[in-house]
T-cell receptor
Framework: RKEVEQDPGPFNVPEGATVAFNCTYS??????FFWYRQDCRKEPKLLMS???SGNEDGRFTAQLNRASQYISLLIRDSKLSDSATYLC??????????FGKGNQVVVIP | DTAVSQTPKYLVTQMGNDKSIKCEQN?????MYWYKQDSKKFLKIMFS???????INETVPNRFSPKSPDKAHLNLHINSLELGDSAVYFC????????????FGQGTRLTVV
């Protein structure tokens, strides 16, 4: 089983719609979780950290489910500029970050 | 001001050559990293340095040798390049270890022919 699994998509989303996707992780000892955004042929950038209580930043909401070992990201009122790949990142017990392959989101006008 | 800068941005070279990629961060961070992103888009850690000391060395061929002359710089030297080394190499830094936000450089797209 991969350390971090994501459905690569693409997720084709009409502008203004809501899109959500999950990421599962294999190591139950993982302590920290993040969503990074990577635009085509660019570097990854932190979108948000994921806290146990869940967190929200504008149109973006992240949730953590430790029991089922997944984190989720929800994007409301999608904008064209949200088109990117969203990388799920997990800090493993050996102090290394494990990256998922990413969920590719394409927002369609 | 670029926070994490790496050079060159593109590198095309023949098999068997030796090449270096340079990275500098002006954020005052303690920790620097080299990541490899292959054609399948997985980002994998290669090396991590904390205050010039190597703390993570993943299973990477010893043809890859990182060097950190000071806290702000982490260079990557690759000997005897192989076709399979073709990838995008990202330098990154974080304030204090992997639990803090990582800032990535623009990446170096290495193509070995």
């Amino acid at each position: 089983r991969k350390e971090v699994e994501q459905d690569p998509g693409p997720f084709n989303v009409p502008e203004g719609a809501t899109v959500a996707f999950n990421c599962t992780y294999s190591n139950s000892a993982s302590q920290s979780f993040f969503w990074y955004r990577q635009d085509c042929r660019k570097e990854p950038k932190l979108l948000m950290s994921v806290y146990s209580s869940g967190n929200e930043d504008g149109r973006f909401t992240a949730q953590l489910n430790r029991a089922s070992q997944y984190i989720s990201l929800l994007i409301r009122d999608s904008k064209l500029s949200d088109s990117a790949t969203y990388l799920c990142v997990v800090l493993k017990g050996n102090n290394r970050l494990a990256f998922g392959k990413g969920n590719q989101v394409v927002v369609i006008p | 001001d670029t926070a994490v800068s790496q050079t060159p941005k593109y590198l095309v070279t023949q098999m068997g050559n030796d090449k270096s990629i340079k990275c500098e961060q002006n954020l005052g961070h303690d920790t620097m990293y080299w990541y490899k992103q292959d054609s399948k888009k997985f980002l994998k850690i290669m090396f991590s340095y904390n205050n010039k000391e190597l703390i993570i060395n993943e299973t990477v061929p010893n043809r890859f040798s990182p060097k950190s002359p000071d806290k702000a710089h982490l260079n990557l030297h690759i000997n005897s390049l192989e076709l399979g080394d073709s990838a995008v190499y990202f330098c990154a830094s974080s304030l204090r270890g992997p639990n803090t936000e990582a800032f990535f450089g623009q990446g170096t797209r290495l193509t070995v022919v």
